[in-house]
């Protein structure tokens, strides 16, 4: 069983800092995308998510990045993604060419 | 489990060769499903001719290629995927000649399956599978020492052959049903898409002979604003005729999206046909309405002319030029376009051949029949008079399509109100759906420009603010009232304050282009109402 945790770390008038740890697959996409999107208030400047932890990442959980990135830059608002060189989701981010889209840490 | 020892291999009395077919055509046998019976018939003769390895290869749609489906002893053949060109090797020459073969010892020069004698095959025979007196693959087993294959083993090998041949090609063509008809039902539109000002219905009824035929319609508006009904019907059946009916749909709306002319949509489709579906030969009726649903383009490859039915008027088949179907003849033709006047409250009635022709009447006295048989007024109950009177009990030898588009009268639209997701790509529907809405209104050209933005801008103002990432609906309605359109826009989210380098410009457009500019926000929702006072016709 796949399991992953959206957990808001910090969260002020114009950020929010979210987590997501653990692993996701097809398996739980759906669930993580509709914890992660309800985190986010349409009144927000910026969003940084904070991948270090994250253990697993594969194209159902690109998927929801994209979709992210994408609403987001409707939305205009700002957002990072943070994600350790040489962690899991590093690599798959900047492979799909997600990085083009969203300003990615360090 | 019948077990047979392989000493028996050496016996050839009467009763040991029954014994022997007795084990490949056991009634328990006829429990399993096609796939357990091959792999079950596989190992038993195995058993019965002491053979090492026992192999099926079925023949593939295009009849060039023997790919291994179901072996035993040599399993990695089928996770290989192993192909064999008809006509080369040993199971192609099998498939070539349709004969058995034997072979003593195998090698590079009768064997082009290099697994064969990696694996240390040094003996091999085979046999055809003929079912119906058609070739569906080969059957062949193999030995690690060298055998000299008898007479009666080979006799043996065939009577397994036809029974996998038999089950094989049962299983082959109700698969092939159960694709054709789940491609089928995939492909035709069971809801058609939801158009203001419109009213469609349709029908589909496969032939009698068996299976689906190649009829198909579909229904789509573009980002423009233009509604497209293609039908269709492919020379053809089944599971071959349902596949290019799918590419042919496909090749329809990737042409319908960069042209507005359906002669020239329809001679883009011909050259594909005539390129990449060389053996097609397809009828289409392809239409195209402006936005304003006035008129519809209309260009007919091969196909049968629409019934126009106008209220108040005898039921017509449109005069308009056919030109041949796609996909035939080596050089295209020039393809005409029809404009036809389509007056609202009146229906265009699409259908193909199977619905007029029948083998104890004539073409002209089943369209004459349709043309008494077609009413104006609703679509639902058009398709359902249409069915009953042309087809009615008639068992039917070719497929049956019927798509009705009716235009609604000015009075039908008094009020609409449309739900979309709050997403920039719905504002082009908004826009297109008020294109068609508001001219049968009274509005002239300049109001239908003003409110085009206002409501534009309230539509963006909700996709823009009202949502977070995970988004929301965006309703509009809109209504007529003496001289007065009303449109209300409204949300259930909760707008953010204005953000970015445009705003403001938006709202300042909206308060000089209505008469009346209300913004309601609330714990549920943002609603903003508008009223604008018509100025055609002053």
């Not at chain 2, 053949?77 to 090797?89: K, L, N, Y």
Request: hydrophobic share 40%; charged share 20%.
């Amino acid at each position: 069983m796949t399991s992953a945790n959206v957990e808001v770390l910090a969260l002020d008038e114009h950020t929010v800092e979210i987590a997501i740890t653990g692993e996701v697959d097809l398996s739980n996409s759906e669930t993580v995308q509709d914890e992660l999107f309800a985190a986010i208030a349409n009144h927000l400047a910026t969003v940084r998510l904070d991948l270090a932890g994250l253990t697993y990442i594969d194209s159902a959980g690109l998927r929801i990045l994209f979709e992210l990135a994408d609403r987001l830059r409707l939305l205009q608002t700002q957002c990072e993604i943070s994600a350790p060189p040489g962690s899991a989701s590093r690599r798959i981010i900047e492979l799909s060419g997600l990085d083009s889209l969203v300003r990615l840490r360090p | 489990m019948l077990r047979i020892m392989p000493s028996s291999v050496d016996s050839d009395s009467a009763a040991d060769r029954l014994r022997r077919i007795e084990a490949v055509t056991d009634t328990t046998l006829a429990h399993l499903d096609a796939a357990q019976l091959l792999n079950e018939l596989l190992v038993r003769v195995r058993d019965l001719l002491a053979a090492d390895t026992a192999t099926v290869l079925l023949l593939d749609r295009s009849g060039q290629q023997l790919i291994a489906s179901a072996a035993s002893g040599i399993e990695e053949e089928v996770r290989q995927g192993v192909r064999i060109a008809v006509g080369e090797g040993f199971a192609g020459h099998i498939a070539a000649t349709r004969q058995p073969l034997m072979i003593q010892q195998v090698g590079p020069t009768t064997v082009v399956n290099p697994l064969l004698w990696e694996k240390g095959i040094t003996s091999l025979a085979g046999v055809p599978l003929l079912a119906g007196g058609e070739l569906i693959g080969v059957l062949h087993i193999g030995t690690l020492a060298p055998r000299p294959f008898t007479e009666q083993d080979v006799q043996l090998l065939q009577v397994v052959g036809d029974r996998l041949a038999l089950a094989t090609h049962s299983r082959l063509s109700r698969a092939e049903r159960a694709a054709a008809s789940a491609l089928q039902r995939n492909l035709l539109p069971t809801r058609l898409p939801h158009v203001p000002g419109l009213e469609l219905s349709a029908r589909y009824a496969p032939g009698e002979a068996g299976g689906v035929g190649g009829d198909w319609y579909d229904v789509f508006t573009l980002p423009s604003g233009w509604l497209c009904v293609a039908m269709g019907d492919v020379v053809g059946r089944g599971l071959p005729a349902a596949t290019v009916m799918s590419r042919l749909r496909t090749t329809v709306r990737s042409y319908a999206l960069d042209s507005a002319d359906p002669g020239e949509v329809l001679s883009k489709v011909d050259q594909h046909v005539r390129h990449f579906e060389p053996q097609t030969m397809s009828t289409i009726a392809y239409a195209m309405w402006e936005p304003s649903l006035d008129r519809m383009h209309l260009s007919l490859a091969g196909h049968l002319a629409p019934v126009l039915i106008v209220p108040g008027e005898p039921a017509s088949v449109l005069d308009v030029p056919v030109d041949p179907p796609v996909g035939v003849g080596s050089t295209p033709v020039r393809r005409r376009v029809a404009t036809i006047d389509v007056p609202a409250g009146s229906t265009v009635l699409f259908y193909t051949d199977g619905l007029v022709e029948r083998r104890h009447r004539t073409l002209d006295d089943g369209l004459r029949l349709l043309r008494e048989s077609a009413r104006a007024g609703s679509t639902e109950l058009l398709c359902s008079t249409v069915m009953s009177r042309l087809v009615g009990a008639d068992p039917t030898d070719d497929d049956i399509a019927v798509l009705a588009v009716r235009r609604q009268d000015t009075g039908e639209l008094g009020a609409i109100t449309l739900v979309f997701p709050a997403v920039p790509e719905v504002l082009a529907d908004i826009r297109a759906t008020l294109r068609r809405w508001l001219p049968s209104v009274g509005t002239s050209p300049d109001d239908i420009a003003d409110l085009l933005v206002v409501i534009g801008e309230a539509g963006s103002n909700v996709i823009e603010h009202a949502y977070g990432p995970a988004g929301g609906e965006l309703t509009v309605a809109l209504r007529s009232h003496g001289r007065d359109v009303f449109a209300t826009i409204s949300d259930s989210g909760r707008w953010r304050p204005p953000r970015g380098t445009h705003r403001g410009r938006g709202t300042q457009l909206m308060e000089q282009l209505t008469d009346e500019l209300r913004v309601e926000h609330g714990p549920d929702g943002t609603t903003v109402h508008i009223r604008r006072r018509l100025t055609g016709g002053e």
